[in-house]
């Protein structure tokens, strides 16, 4: 239901904010390359899926920092506003969809901040039920209700002179919603039962991946909270949005994994590289974590084929080439690497029909029937 926690390094990696859109008078951002651009066939990114990122260990001061990986520009501006934002006091609102990492920049923001040496912790709005909300965000005393045996500690009250995370802010009742507001503006709690207010001293970082102002729309998030916990917005982008950094997140947990199962794997093929560049995560980098432990786990001979990774993976859609996309060439290509290339994007165009592809590619079908078992598309 909640959890509480010192600070530590998280279970997930990989972050960013999204808005990097070019102001007026400068250079609008160059597009994200596509997904084959990224494969190691392209020797300008073969070294995003050779280097390994360091796997710092968990006693170093720091090393959660440490995990946060990505070369995406949207990444490199989530360093800098984290930067930014973590010394001072500055109530901070996090959004994006599940997965994203919103949690690892609260835990981020925590670290670098005066109060990295007091409590972290963490409130899960979605897992409260609503009758107890009250009591476990701000105590009760004993007797102030049915089932309460004995005066309980809110968790407020735990995180005083901390960090205060909440989760899923937008799942929180709105009568709860507007004692906490009240509480950001004095610093003042009352527990349930109790006559009295005690002070506290908590940093509050929320995160939600509603879409908020739907839920303002709606009513389910009061605006007046809203703006109390957007005094500084950082907003997570998908990690569909920011395929760069597939490559070195997906290095980094092959790495943690290996070492945790004592394991040697070393590397991806390169169909399983293109698996990865080209599946959509709709659970985001906690879908990657969990599909490359499957994998290691899986991966025999040193390497992770893309049989070892997830069925949705292995069954991905190849991506279209767009006007103005580059056909994914490089000198060190095969031609069989080429036809095989072309024919998985001529499959794709026709949705898998092969009596269209053949067709379109002027042979028979089974002839095509061959060449897409030899090349295993």
């Keep these: 239901m909640t959890t509480r926690r010192k600070a530590r390094r998280s279970d997930s990696a990989g972050a960013s904010d999204h808005r990097n859109e070019a102001s007026p008078g400068q250079r609008a951002p160059a597009p994200a390359p596509a997904p084959a651009e990224l494969a190691s066939t392209d020797p300008g990114h073969r070294g995003l899926w050779e280097a390994a990122p360091p796997i710092p260990e968990d006693s170093k001061p720091g090393a959660f920092i440490q995990s946060m990986i990505g070369v995406s520009p949207q990444m490199q501006r989530v360093f800098r506003l984290i930067a930014k934002v973590a010394p001072t006091e500055s109530t901070v609102l996090i959004t994006g969809e599940s997965g994203t990492g919103k949690e690892m920049v609260a835990h981020a923001i925590h670290l670098q901040s005066r109060r990295a040496h007091r409590t972290f912790v963490t409130v899960n709005a979605a897992a409260i039920p609503e009758s107890l909300f009250e009591s476990e965000l701000f ?34 009742p709105l009568s709860v919603q507007a004692k906490l507001l009240r509480a950001l503006q004095s610093g003042e709690i009352r527990r349930v039962g109790d006559t009295e207010e005690a002070h506290v001293d908590v940093r509050v970082i929320a995160a939600t991946n509603r879409d908020v102002a739907r839920s303002l729309r709606e009513g389910t998030l009061r ?43 070393e590397r991806f093929t390169e169909r399983a590289q293109r698996s990865l560049l080209e599946y959509d995560y709709p659970g985001n980098v906690r879908e990657l974590e969990n599909a490359i432990e499957r994998a290691v786990t899986l991966a025999e ?44 994007r001529v499959l794709v165009h026709f949705a898998g029909n092969t009596t269209k592809a053949a067709r379109s590619l002027r042979i028979s079908r089974s002839t095509l029937w061959r060449k897409m078992r030899e090349y295993e598309l």
Aim: net charge neutral.
């Design 301 to 344: 001979h040193g390497e992770i084929t893309h049989v070892d990774l997830p069925a949705p993976f292995r069954q991905a859609p190849g991506r279209l080439l767009g006007k103005g996309d580059a056909f994914p060439y490089s000198e060190t290509m095969t031609l069989a690497q080429l036809e095989a290339e072309h024919i998985r």
């Design 223 to 265: 605006e007046d909270l809203y703006y109390r916990l957007s005094v500084f917005h950082i907003e997570l982008p998908p990690l569909r949005d920011r395929r760069e950094d597939i490559p070195p997140l997906a290095n980094f947990f092959r790495e943690r994994y290996a070492r945790k199962l004592k394991k040697r794997v």
């Design 139 to 172: 105590g009760h005393r004993k007797g102030s209700f049915t089932g309460a045996i004995a005066d309980k500690v809110g968790l407020m009250k735990e995180a005083d002179r901390g960090t205060l995370f909440l989760d899923e802010v937008a799942e929180m």
